[in-house]
């Protein structure tokens, strides 16, 4: 059986989950996240942000998480930003588009964006009514090729954004192993102070499934409710999503996943580095992108699977490896050694 660094989800949950889950099974509780959990779950949260007045929503996924809050929040009329690279352009269907929003897309080399990008997409929409009017920022964190945003970074965007009356949404599928990158200088109060939304990524982390909607804007939060019910994002068993949370928070085990997830991806990233591999990213986080020549991606192919990201050239191509929060020493050892012997 081949070991997989494809993605974040080969792997199952925590088992502190699955105990969790097994010992509230036979319990009666309220439905449509009112039970004991999700108010404890939500109340943790609050507690880890620094924010008493932040609403939390559970969600099932990413793609559900950024559909929802997008459609939410925007006027038909009204368009997202974001990179190029980013998952709402990419990797889902056209979900947003599917709403009625356009997306306005900037090219980036780093998947990150900074107000000198966003400026010339509001002066090319300056033509009031008859342009789609740009109403939303959208970045990750970690971003899709890897990259994280520092505090500096954060804090001019988010005051570019107020300036310019524009919301700044964080999607934080990986938000775990961006916070915990070696370097980052970030935190969740931080961010939950920056941004009008943002969420927090369970999928990817530990979690079997689940995503934390945080609103710290109080107008995006009116009539939210109603947008979760709608979209059929309101699960009708919803302590399955706040058991986890409850879990993920306690005693910081949702950084300690992220942080190992991080370690094992530097291991390999050190090795490539150490055999002369160049990367398309500089990232310090769970997901790497290095250039090797196609004849040992073959070779790596035969006993991991991955993705072919990129195509460089005749010669050599990108690949994408990622770490989870359960990647083992073995994986691991196992793909440098080859590296080494190849």
């Known amino acids: 059986m081949k070991f997989s660094f494809k993605n974040d989800y080969s792997e199952g949950c925590h088992p502190n989950i699955l105990q969790a889950l097994l010992q509230s099974n036979l319990e009666q509780e309220a439905g449509y996240g009112e039970d004991r959990y999700c108010l404890e779950a939500k109340e943790l949260i609050r507690e880890k942000i620094g924010r008493k007045d932040s609403e939390i929503y559970f969600v099932s996924g990413g793609t559900q998480a950024n559909l929802i ?13 974001s990179a190029a690279t980013g998952h709402i352009l990419n990797n889902e269907a056209g979900a947003i588009e599917a709403t009625g929003h356009k997306i306005l897309s900037i090219d980036t080399e780093d998947g990150k964006l900074r107000p000198s990008d966003i400026i010339p997409v509001l002066e090319g929409h300056s033509n009031v009514p008859h342009q789609v009017m ?3 920022v959208y970045i990750s964190n970690s971003t899709e090729l890897g990259t994280t945003y520092n505090r500096k970074e954060l804090e001019d965007l988010s005051s570019f954004c107020k300036q310019n009356n524009l919301y700044l949404f964080m999607d934080g599928a990986r938000l775990g192993h961006g916070l915990t990158a070696e370097t980052s200088d970030l935190t969740l109060e931080k961010i939950a102070e920056l941004t009008d939304i943002f969420y927090l990524g369970g999928t990817k982390n530990g979690a079997l499934i689940g995503e934390a909607i945080v609103i710290n804007n109080p107008v995006l939060n009116e009539n939210f409710g109603f947008s979760i019910k709608q979209k059929g994002a309101m699960l009708a068993k919803g302590r399955l999503l706040g058991i986890q949370f409850l879990e993920l928070m306690k005693n910081d085990l949702y950084f300690d996943l992220a942080k190992h997830a991080n370690q094992q991806a530097m291991k390999i990233k050190n090795a490539l580095q150490e055999r002369g591999a160049s990367f398309l990213s500089d990232s310090y986080t769970n997901q790497i992108f290095p250039v090797l020549n196609n004849d040992l991606i073959e070779i790596l192919a035969e006993k991991f699977e991955f993705y072919v990201w990129k195509k460089i050239d005749d010669q050599s191509s990108a690949i994408r490896l990622i770490t989870s929060w359960n990647t083992s020493d073995k994986g691991v050892d196992d793909f440098i050694e080859t590296i080494k012997n190849n």
């Open 134 to 136: 740009p109403k939303l």
């Open 69 to 81: 809050v997008i459609s939410s929040i925007l006027r038909p009329y009204q368009a997202a930003i």
